[in-house]
């Protein structure tokens, strides 16, 4: 911006113009303010008159979070979290509170930043421990998505149920296992809702025996081999038969054992070889899956 003949004092202080020919600049510089802390809401720290500044106690501002609310006491009480983490800790795949939590802080309003009062955390959870209610929110509250996203959540979780059925089962009457479309289908047959505070794994054991009355199906059965010492191998060979499919059978020196077994036997048989014998005799997986010789294609 030039200006012109706007009089001036000199260092001697006789007045003098700007000539025409000796325009100068003039910056301007806007108006600004600075809040007082990055994770405080700086709209919220300014006065209705917009001059003195002030520090809210009781106001966080969080961003790219995901909320789990909880009622309680007839209040309502939320914790802020991490985005897709929240299952995972659920499911029992994520072990660290770090990884979860934004904030070991107990919320009245995420989305406002209002933090609960101590007096109400007492009255509602008998404790002020904010790391304590906090896992009782994390466990107990409901995560807060938006119906899109919670669609897109169960239906991967549908999928993910599936793909683990169709890993551990079989259709007895073929040896085959079934793929993961088809056990898509027969869990819609069924009607199967997910349960998003379940773990997935646990939920797929449930739909096994759900779909054990609509389609012929059995958990695939583990290959092993167990050795056992000479000496109680008559004995314990007698306990574990009824658990064992023996395919193939040796004694020399020790009883050696190959055979099949439902996975759910595994860790009885393991238990019952190894206290029997103080640790000498062992169980080793050869398989996870018994198919018979049309191979691991699944049916189609």
Not at 74 to 100: M, P, T
Request: hydrophobic letters at 35%; a positive charge; glycine letters at 4%.
């Amino acid at each position: 911006m030039f200006c012109r003949g706007i009089p001036l004092s000199d260092t001697d202080g006789s007045d003098a113009k700007i000539s025409a020919r000796q325009p100068f600049n003039i910056l301007l510089f806007p108006r600004f303010s600075l809040a007082s802390s990055p994770e405080r809401d700086p709209a919220a720290t300014m006065s209705k008159g917009g001059g003195k500044i002030f520090t809210p106690t009781n106001q966080i501002r969080l961003t790219n979070i995901a909320v789990v609310r909880m009622k309680k006491g007839g209040k309502r009480f939320e914790i802020a979290c991490y985005k897709n983490k929240v299952q995972s800790w659920r499911q029992k795949i994520e072990k660290d509170l770090d990884e979860v939590l934004q904030s070991e802080t107990v919320f009245t309003n995420v989305s406002k930043g209002q933090v609960a009062k101590k007096e109400e955390l007492l009255k509602c959870f008998k404790t002020e421990d904010q790391k304590q209610i906090c896992l009782e929110i994390l466990e107990k509250g409901e995560l807060q998505v938006s119906d899109k996203e919670r669609q897109a959540n169960l239906e991967s979780s549908m999928k993910e149920i599936a793909s683990i059925v169709s890993d551990k089962c079989i259709n007895p009457e073929t040896k085959t296992p079934y793929t993961v479309t088809m056990i898509e289908s027969a869990m819609k047959d069924l009607h199967f809702s997910v349960n998003p505070k379940r773990n997935n794994k646990q939920q797929a054991l449930d739909v096994i025996k759900q779909l054990a009355g609509v389609i012929p199906i059995q958990r695939a059965q583990m290959k092993v081999r167990i050795f056992i010492p000479g000496k109680e191998a008559k004995k314990i060979k007698e306990k574990i038969v009824p658990m064992l499919n023996v395919e193939s059978e040796n004694f020399s020196p020790e009883l050696e054992m190959i055979g099949l077994i439902d996975p759910g036997h595994f860790r009885l048989i393991e238990d019952l070889i190894t206290s029997s014998t103080k640790g000498r005799a062992k169980i080793e997986v050869l398989s996870l899956k018994d198919l018979s010789d049309v191979g691991d294609t699944a049916l189609t």
